[in-house]
C-alpha cells in the first residue's frame, strides 16, 4: 500500500518560516491534505487539496505538492503553532485514507 | 457548525467487545461518508474503517478486519463501531470524522470529534 513519510520533527524560531515535508512516490499526482494537532486535542484540518485553507486557517499556512513531495509551509512562525503535523492522501484503490508518520514542529 | 460527539469507550477487558458511538450535528449527515481513526498513546494517527453515505460501502485497516464493524443510523444522525475481541493494542483514543471530497482519490476528514478513549487491558 501507499506510503508517505515524514521527518520526526522541525525546530523554527518564531517569526522564521517552517517547511513540513511529506514524501510519497509520484505524490505530485495526488492530493494532498494536512492536519494540524496540538497536545490533548483533536487534529484539525489546516490545508487540503494541496494548498486549499479551510475558512478561519490563518494565510500563513500554504501547501505545496510536486514531483515526491508535497510540503506544508508556515509564514511568520508562532509559539501557538507548535503541534503535530500530518499528511494524508486518500488510496483509492483501497478506499482509505493515509497517514504519514507525522512531523512534531517545535517553536524555539 | 458541525459537532461530532463520540461516547462509549472505556476499559475492557482482552477479548472482550465494546461499541463506540458518534453523535452528529450541524450537518446532512446522510450526505457524507464517515472514518473512525485512531492514536494510541504517543503514536500517530492510523485509520480504522470508512462507510459511505448509506452503509452500502465499508473498508476496514488489516489490523482490525474480522473484529470490527462500523455501522450508521441516518435517521439517528449516528455513526458506529462494534469492536469485538479486542486486544491490548486497540488502546487508544478513537475519534470519527466527516468525510468530504470529490471522488476517491481527493477524500479527506474535514471535521473530527474530541475522541473517546478506549483501554484494553488484562
Known amino acids: 500500500s501507499y506510503v508517505l513519510t515524514q521527518a520526526p520533527s522541525v525546530s523554527v524560531a518564531p517569526g522564521k518560516t517552517a517547511k513540513i515535508t511529506c514524501g510519497g512516490n509520484?505524490?505530485?499526482?495526488?492530493?494532498v491534505h494536512w492536519y494540524q494537532q496540538k497536545p490533548g486535542q483533536a487534529p484539525v484540518l489546516v490545508i487540503h487539496?494541496?494548498?486549499d485553507r479551510p475558512s478561519g486557517i490563518p494565510e500563513r499556512f500554504s501547501g505545496s505538492n510536486s514531483g515526491n513531495t508535497a510540503t506544508l509551509t508556515i509564514s511568520r512562525v508562532e509559539a501557538g503553532d507548535e503541534a503535530d503535523y500530518y499528511c494524508?492522501?486518500?488510496?483509492?484503490?483501497?478506499?482509505?485514507?493515509?497517514f504519514g508518520g507525522g512531523t512534531n514542529l517545535t517553536v524555539l | 457548525e458541525v459537532q461530532l460527539v463520540e461516547s462509549g469507550g472505556g476499559v475492557v477487558r482482552p477479548g472482550g467487545s465494546l461499541r463506540l458511538s458518534c453523535a452528529a450535528s450541524?450537518?446532512?449527515?446522510?450526505?457524507?461518508?464517515m472514518s473512525w481513526v485512531r492514536q494510541a498513546p504517543g503514536k500517530g494517527l492510523e485509520w480504522v474503517s470508512v462507510?459511505?453515505?448509506?452503509?452500502?460501502?465499508?473498508?476496514?485497516a488489516d489490523s482490525v478486519k474480522g473484529r470490527f464493524t462500523i455501522s450508521r443510523d441516518n435517521a439517528k444522525n449516528s455513526l458506529y463501531l462494534q469492536m469485538d475481541s479486542v486486544r491490548v493494542e486497540d488502546t487508544a483514543i478513537y475519534y470519527c470524522?466527516?468525510?468530504?471530497?470529490f471522488g476517491s482519490g481527493s477524500y479527506y476528514l474535514d471535521s473530527w470529534g474530541q475522541g473517546t478513549l478506549v483501554m484494553v487491558s488484562p
Open positions: 509520484s505524490i505530485g499526482r495526488k492530493s
Open positions: 470524522a466527516r468525510r468530504r471530497g
Open positions: 450541524g450537518l446532512m449527515f446522510d450526505d457524507y461518508g
Open positions: 462507510i459511505n453515505w448509506n452503509g452500502g460501502s465499508t473498508s476496514y
Open positions: 494524508q492522501v486518500w488510496d483509492s484503490s483501497s478506499d482509505h485514507p493515509v
Open positions: 487539496h494541496n494548498s
